[in-house]
């Protein structure tokens, strides 16, 4: 029955990601002049947070002192959807030691409600462009 749970809960995150970037793409739909255009920058974002976004960020990281890399690595992590994915898939599917000590630091500092906040994160994802995406359709003239 736990091999189930963690299942479900692996497929939950992995369809809160997926939700996650449809409402990215629509967001970058409505704002793209040219489908074109859309299409290419809704590409770009993916590609981006996809593979360059962990690049940066430890580029980054590496120039500032141990405290700041520290915090900057963990503020980045609600900045990236896939990041957040991937720590709470794998929170939920393993324990906490499959992190080593920045995994154990992330779960002291969150607490118990580490996969409470990292799913709302994802949903917060979800839920900001698909917000933006409407304003900005309701102040367009169709």
Do not use: C, H, Q
Request: glycine share 10%.
């Amino acid at each position: 029955m736990e091999g189930l749970l963690r299942f479900l809960s692996f497929t939950g995150i992995a369809l809160l990601l997926a939700v996650a970037f449809l409402s990215l793409g629509s967001l970058l739909a409505v704002l793209g002049v040219a489908r074109a255009r859309a299409f290419g920058l809704a590409l770009f974002v993916w590609f981006f947070l996809v593979l360059f976004y962990d690049l940066l960020v430890m580029g980054v990281g590496f120039l500032l002192k141990e405290r700041a890399a520290n915090v900057l690595i963990f503020i980045s992590l609600f900045g990236n959807p896939v990041d957040v994915a991937r720590v709470a898939s794998l929170i939920s599917v393993g324990d906490a030691t499959i992190f080593g000590a920045a995994g154990a630091a992330l779960l002291k500092f969150l607490g118990g409600l580490s996969e409470t906040i990292l799913l709302s994160a994802l949903v917060a994802w979800t839920v900001g462009p698909i917000a933006m995406a409407s304003r900005v359709l309701r102040r367009r003239d169709l």
